[in-house]
Nanobody
Framework: QVQLAESGGESVQPGTSLTLTCVASGRTSPNGATGWFRQTPGSEREFVAAIRWHTGSTHYSDSVKGRFTISRDRQRSTIRLQVNSLKPEDSAVYYC???????????????????WGQGTQVTVSS
């Protein structure tokens, strides 16, 4: 089992930045990947970013590439998502997720992830 705890969501104005943090505990695999998905009411959960623990390779959706940065701290089992230049369309509940043994081709697939946090709300409005 893996437990995930997110924090850092806030209500902010457009153009500002936030850091979302996810702390993982339990039986995480060094070959696993941890990522972020987001969801708005009435919509499906969509991929935002992911990082593979072993290689450190990062992956982003086209909508956030260049504005969001995902990073890992192995010693603290922590994943951070730096979100810059926030737009109103970035408003959503952001979920941290982890999967063990995710292959590269599946890193953007929601079905590849078995463990989910409770989510943290990000609201961007003026």
């Amino acid at each position: 089992q893996v437990q995930l705890a997110e924090s850092g969501g806030e209500s902010v104005q457009p153009g500002t930045s936030l850091t979302l943090t996810c702390v993982a505990s339990g039986r995480t695999s060094p070959n696993g990947a941890t990522g972020w998905f987001r969801q708005t009411p009435g919509s499906e959960r969509e991929f935002v970013a992911a990082i593979r623990w072993h290689t450190g390779s990062t992956h982003y959706s086209d909508s956030v590439k260049g504005r969001f940065t995902i990073s890992r701290d192995r010693q603290r089992s922590t994943i951070r998502l730096q979100v810059n230049s926030l737009k109103p369309e970035d408003s959503a509940v952001y979920y941290c997720t982890h999967g063990n043994g995710i292959i590269l081709s599946a890193v953007r697939s929601i079905d590849a992830y078995a463990y989910w946090g409770q989510g943290t709300q990000v609201t961007v409005s003026s």
